[in-house]
T-cell receptor, first 117, second 110 residues
């Protein structure tokens, strides 16, 4: 399967702990995105990479959140000092970043479900 | 940033055609219309995208009138496996402008 993969699929942690999620995009996709989704809502944009450069960050991405894509391939999303309000599904997506916006379809991974106790 | 409005939920029966309409009165000239499908505990899956008139693929059709202030996703002969949430998005394909609303929850009944 050459789709977007995320690890772990589920994470349970205690309030105050740090957690890190990993996303492996589709091979050769230049763009990588992180979203957060809570129950009954659509995904909310968090941040976006073009290769290794983090080009946009949502105001939702507080200073407790940090994302990296060190070699322009996989990406990690770290949440420090987790709070109960961080409980959500964290989704990663990638796209080819080809010229012409109409062709830059985002392909989503299965997500990491975080539960903060 | 174009805001979209869709019905919160819809019910249908197997074998019927389902049409889900999305309103986007403030769509910009350069905006495209994209639809995604999401099953529980999975990431959204791209269905179809268009700019104007009609687009058809193996899964669905997308109808966009000349004024582009709305669009209709058409699913032919739905099955139980089409039960999902369907999102209409308007805007560029990347960055902070890729905004999901609450979507339309489609329930297909036997």
């Amino acid at each position: 399967d050459t789709g977007v993969s995320q690890d772990p699929r589920h994470k349970i942690t205690k309030r105050g702990q740090n957690v890190t999620f990993r996303c492996d995009p589709i091979s050769e996709h230049n763009r990588l995105y992180w979203y957060r989704q809570t129950l009954g809502q659509g995904p909310e944009f968090l941040t976006y990479f073009q290769n290794e450069a983090q080009l946009e960050k949502s105001r939702l991405l507080s200073d407790r959140f940090s994302a990296e894509r060190p070699k322009g391939s996989f990406s990690t999303l770290e949440i420090q000092r987790t709070e109960q309000g961080d409980s959500a599904m964290y989704l990663c997506a990638s796209s080819s970043g080809t010229s012409g916006r109409a062709l830059d379809t985002q392909y989503f991974g299965p997500g990491t479900r975080l539960t903060v106790l | 940033l174009a805001k979209t409005t869709q019905p919160i939920s819809m019910d249908s029966y197997e074998g019927q055609e389902v049409n889900i309409t999305c309103s986007h009165n403030n769509i910009a000239t350069n905006d495209y219309i994209t639809w995604y499908q999401q099953f529980p505990s999975q990431g959204p899956r791209f269905i179809i995208q268009g700019y104007k008139t009609k687009v058809t693929n193996e899964v669905a059709s997308l109808f966009i009138p000349a004024d582009r202030k709305s669009s209709t996703l058409s699913l032919p002969r739905v099955s139980l496996s089409d039960t999902a949430v369907y999102y209409c998005l308007v805007g560029p394909n990347y960055g902070q402008n890729f905004v999901f609303g609450p979507g339309t929850r489609l329930s297909v009944l036997p």
